[in-house]
């Protein structure tokens, strides 16, 4: 049996009693990766960093297994993030016949919160797609938020740190 999940940092009073089925997809990220897309969205602030996440499906989860940070060519990098396609394209065929691919991408969030923006929601992406967002810009005493989702639909997911 899988270890107990770590809380959900945001979104989690939503929908707990509704009957709709829920995805239960889980996103396994070990701490050591956790610990450096922290430090890669400190060092980005105050842009939004971003980059690609490598992983094996595990039955319904879904293991991290390496990051790619990407440059953010978004002409606004504060708000936004765009992922270099050179890389992505680049990181697929790498990865072609390993058992590994490119499950999700992962970004932060310098003022605010570790959930899908507008601008997110709005960028279609395709299904079974992962996003981990970071929420690093407003921490005060207390450790900065993570949240992980799953496209389509942006359903928060749990996230466990084994
Ligand atoms: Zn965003």
């Known amino acids: 049996m899988r270890s107990t ?21 889980l996103l396994i990220l070990p701490a050591p990766l956790k610990t450096q897309l922290f430090v890669l969205a400190r060092t980005a602030h105050p842009r939004e960093c971003c980059g690609l ?7 319904e989860a ?11 060519l978004s002409p606004t990098p504060e708000t936004a993030f765009e992922i270099d396609p050179a890389l992505h394209f680049a ?3 790498n990865l072609r016949g390993t058992g590994r691919s490119v499950v999700g ?3 932060s969030h310098p003022t605010g919160k570790a959930e899908p923006s507008p ?14 967002i970071l929420a690093t810009g407003v921490i005060i005493e207390g450790a900065p938020s993570l949240g992980a989702f799953l496209a389509p ?10």
């Open 62 to 72: 879904v293991r991290v297994t390496a990051l790619y940070p990407s440059p953010n």
């Open 5 to 25: 999940l770590s809380t959900s940092t945001t979104g989690a009073s939503s929908a707990r009693s509704t009957p709709t089925p829920r995805n239960s997809a």
């Open 105 to 107: 991408c992962y970004h």
């Open 153 to 162: 639909g942006f359903e928060l997911q749990a996230i466990a740190t084994t």
């Open 119 to 132: 601008r997110d929601r709005a960028n279609g992406c395709e299904a079974g797609w992962i996003w981990v």
């Open 91 to 93: 990181l697929q065929r």
């Open 53 to 59: 996440l490598e992983g094996v499906r595990e039955g």
